[in-house]
């Protein structure tokens, strides 16, 4: 059983920038693909970013640029780093791993808004 606890959302100003984190129990870290869902008010959960275990990397479209997705396997921690926020990145933020199961991360609100 894997448990993943995301920290790191908040209220930040358009143009501002967020670290969150994702910190995940038990021994297997290193052999999950580690990802970042979001979903906003009425509309569907999308993939923000993913990371394999070998350390690939895959972006959605509206964050490319701007988000960078990163892990480390020795703190069992996935990372995304948001620059550049807009108003339109508000959502809940959901840390997701998966090998074979899937694993979600109770997510964390991230507001951009002046």
């Known amino acids: 059983q894997v448990q993943l606890v995301e920290s790191g959302g908040g209220l930040v100003q358009p143009g501002g920038s967020l670290r969150l984190s994702c910190a995940a129990s038990?021994?297997?870290?290193?052999?999950?693909?580690m990802g970042w869902y979001r979903q906003a008010p009425g509309k569907q959960r999308e993939l923000v970013a993913d990371i394999t275990t070998g350390g690939s990397t895959n972006y959605a479209d509206s964050v490319k640029g701007r988000f960078t997705i990163s892990r480390d396997n020795a703190k069992n921690t996935v990372y995304l780093q948001m620059n550049s926020l807009k108003p339109e990145d508000t959502a809940v933020y959901y840390c997701?791993?998966?090998?074979?199961?899937?694993?979600w991360g109770q997510g964390t609100q991230v507001t951009v808004s002046s």
């Open positions: 997701n791993g998966r090998l074979g199961g899937t694993y």
């Open positions: 038990g021994s297997i870290f290193r052999l999950l693909v």
